[in-house]
């Protein structure tokens, strides 16, 4: 008799426990649609790329004579003309003499400083000053970089091989700083490097950018994220790409009609973040449904009967395609 309740036992759990699992997978299948209209707006086709803000031309200014730094008229920033005085300097035999002259009295100095005249620091092209390395009363040689100057900043940019067939002189680019990731700054391509260059084992080309307008932020030396505009268009149709189904090469989405749910093929152009453009099949004043599957096909051991070994299993999705 024990044996009997103990056979019927068994049973009762083993019924629930598939009952259990058939209410699971149910659950777990059921579809749930969200509704999307048809927008229009701008999608673009684009390169993305990292480089660096870089002077186009970078100028250092040694002293013409060893000597001392007598005064400086400019601080790093500055923008100069070509022939502009930067600086003054005395040698080093003016510098002992007014040393000298100083023990003397006011006059002698002003006597020596007269006939001894400084010697002027010029600018020898029209830029901005990037560094500034002296102050007034310091000793130089002729060795030492007192100034560097830049005639304009420009972003260069490092292309992979498998995109440099795309970029051509004159594309429009936009540009955004690590240091200022909310502030975007239009650019063109100006010149791409004939000769490649091996960084860890991928072969890259340089490209240069011009800014459209050098702003003020711009730093010699800040990173840079560059996106290179291939092509874009304004005013399509666009929609969430996950709304797509893929069968047999042909994209299809499932619109809501007052008949009912009904399954549509599209063409699609560009895609970007997310959104896709509907060149035919679609109106504006369509609805579109957006399958939201709660778990459906998800593999591995959530999705396994409670009484069978686990295994992996391929994922399902009734032809979606995951971007």
């Known amino acids: ?3 009997f309740w103990l056979v019927l036992l068994i049973i009762i759990v083993a019924v629930g426990g598939f009952r259990f699992y058939q209410k699971r997978q149910a659950q777990k299948n059921i579809v749930t649609y969200s509704e999307v209209q048809p927008e229009y707006g701008a999608v673009r086709e684009i390169i993305s790329a990292t480089g660096t803000v870089e002077p ?12 001392r730094i007598d005064k400086i008229f400019v601080q790093e920033g500055a923008l100069v003309q070509a022939g502009e005085q930067l600086a003054l300097m005395s040698s080093t035999d003016r510098a002992a003499l007014l040393d000298a002259a100083s023990a003397q009295g ?8 007269d006939v001894y005249k400084p010697t002027p620091i010029l600018a020898p092209i029209a830029g901005r000053v990037i560094v500034r390395s002296i102050e007034p009363g310091q000793t130089v040689n002729a060795n030492t970089v007192i100034f560097a100057l ?7 940019a490092q292309i992979d091989e498998t995109d440099i067939g795309k970029v051509e002189i ?15 700054i239009t650019g063109r391509i100006k010149r791409i490097s004939y000769e490649s260059k091996v960084v860890n084992n991928v072969t890259i080309y340089s490209v240069e950018i011009e800014p459209d307008k050098i702003p003020a932020i ?6 840079a994220n560059i996106e290179i505009i291939r092509r874009q268009k304004d005013q399509v149709l666009l929609i969430p790409e996950r709304a797509l189904s893929y069968s047999g090469g042909n994209a299809s989405v499932l619109i809501k009609t007052p008949a009912g749910q009904q399954t549509t093929l599209v063409q699609t152009g560009l895609a ?12 504006e004043n369509d609805l579109v449904l957006v ?32 971007r």
């Open 56 to 67: 186009q031309n970078r100028l250092e200014i040694i002293p013409p004579i060893s000597g």
């Open 272 to 283: 970007q973040n997310g959104q896709i453009e509907i060149v035919s099949g679609l109106t």
């Open 106 to 113: 006011a006059e002698k100095v002003q006597y020596w400083s």
């Open 170 to 184: 004159g594309q429009k680019t936009v540009i955004t700083l690590d240091a200022y990731p909310d502030v975007q």
């Open 291 to 322: 399958a939201d599957r709660r778990g459906a096909n998800s593999g591995g051991a959530a999705g396994g009967s409670p009484f069978m070994p686990n295994r992996n299993r391929n994922s399902g999705g009734a032809g979606v395609r995951v």
């Open 150 to 156: 830049a005639d304009t900043l420009i972003i260069k």
């Open 218 to 223: 711009f730093r010699s030396g800040m990173s």
């Open 1 to 3: 008799m024990k044996k």
